[in-house]
């Protein structure tokens, strides 16, 4: 009515009322009556403001990275963000603002993380970057923080994060081969220092197998050299007594040929004895008649041998004889008698 008129604003909202050029009320959350034609209000959120964004930057190996993240601030001096940015409120409406400054609050907050990003992305490779998001953010934060267009603006930064840093597609396929080869190449390296380790063990256990048979083989070289030992011994002393019998042998030998050089020489003494009595029977019977001999002979001789005489004497004097007849019965007796 008659130009005047009331509004009521939120606790979050903070209101600065001008009057011909100059401030005649501010606060958070304030209502009051205001007359249009010569009034103004400045209506400033103080409330935090979260400001996602995504946007490409390229690595220092000249690879594209899409980072993704979110930034928290608040207004925290009205006055100064009224100085820069137009916050008038649009009376006429009785909601929002009459320029659309307020909306471009938040693409300048991230564009001032844009540049830090970029400034601390272009100095990583690829590999590091994608691993530091906590890195990145932690200092991102800390630089924006000492921003003099932060402070221009009247600002807080509540807190920042990064949310994600991936490559585009054919760089993470690239990495995801890489990576899924290292991973194949150390799942080889587990198989095959399993293997070596079962090798490793196999032949420990074959060591142990044939350390027991040297062991064993050589308690059986003990056994067998005091075998050979024992039978040295033995067989040293049964060369002893061969040897001890082959002395009593030679001994005995020695007494035997002894024996055998008397046996001889009283043999040769005997048959010295015996020619020489043989000679004086020779010389005895010299001079007589070989028939008185052989009559002398005949004395006690066998009749068969005394028939075989009679017989070589008719053989020898066969040319004598005309016709002689000598019956079965006298060779029957010769025989028998022979017999």
């Known amino acids: ?34 007359y249009v034609p010569t009034t103004s209000i400045v209506l ?18 000249f690879q594209t990275v899409t980072v993704q993240g979110q930034v928290t601030f608040r207004i925290v001096d009205q006055k100064k ?13 009785g909601k929002g603002y009459v320029s659309d400054d307020p909306q471009k609050l938040p693409q ?9 990003t970029k400034k601390t992305i272009e100095n990583l490779e690829l590999k590091e970057a994608i691993k530091s998001s906590e890195v990145l953010a932690s200092e991102i934060l800390s630089n924006i923080k000492k921003s003099e267009e932060i402070e221009l603006l009247g600002i807080e930064i509540l807190g920042l994060s990064i949310l994600n840093i991936v490559p585009n597609k054919e760089t993470a396929r690239a990495l995801e081969a890489q990576t899924r080869e290292q991973i194949l190449k150390k799942a080889d390296e587990a198989i095959y220092e399993r293997r070596n380790a079962s090798i490793e063990q196999e032949r420990r256990v074959k060591e142990n197998e044939y350390n ?23 067989q ?39 020619a020489y009595e043989l000679s004086a029977v020779m010389k005895s019977l010299e001079g007589i008649d070989s028939n008185v001999i052989q009559s002398l002979a005949s004395i006690g001789m066998q009749p068969n041998k005394l028939a075989a005489l009679a017989l070589q004497e008719l053989a020898e004097n066969a040319g004598k004889i005309g016709q002689l007849n000598i019956s079965p019965d006298l060779f029957q007796e010769i025989l028998k008698g022979r017999n």
């Open 1 to 34: 009515m008659f130009g005047f008129k009331f509004i009521k604003f939120q606790p979050s909202e903070y209101v600065l009322k001008y009057r011909n050029g100059k401030i005649v009320r501010e606060g958070a959350g304030i209502s009051f009556y205001y």
């Open 44 to 61: 400033v959120p103080i409330g935090s403001v979260d400001s996602p964004f995504i946007f490409e930057e390229v690595t220092s190996d």
């Open 81 to 93: 963000i009224a100085g820069v940015l137009n916050y008038t409120f649009d009376m006429k409406k």
């Open 108 to 116: 300048r907050v991230i564009n001032i993380v844009r540049v830090l």
């Open 212 to 234: 027991t048979e040297i062991a064993v083989e050589n308690k059986k070289k003990q056994v067998r050299e005091t075998q050979l030992e024992a039978e040295r011994t033995f």
């Open 236 to 274: 040293q002393k049964q060369n002893e007594l061969k040897q001890e019998k082959m002395n009593f042998e030679t001994a005995l030998e020695e007494k035997k040929r002894s024996l055998v050089d008397i046996s001889v020489k009283n043999s040769k003494v005997r048959a010295d004895a015996k």
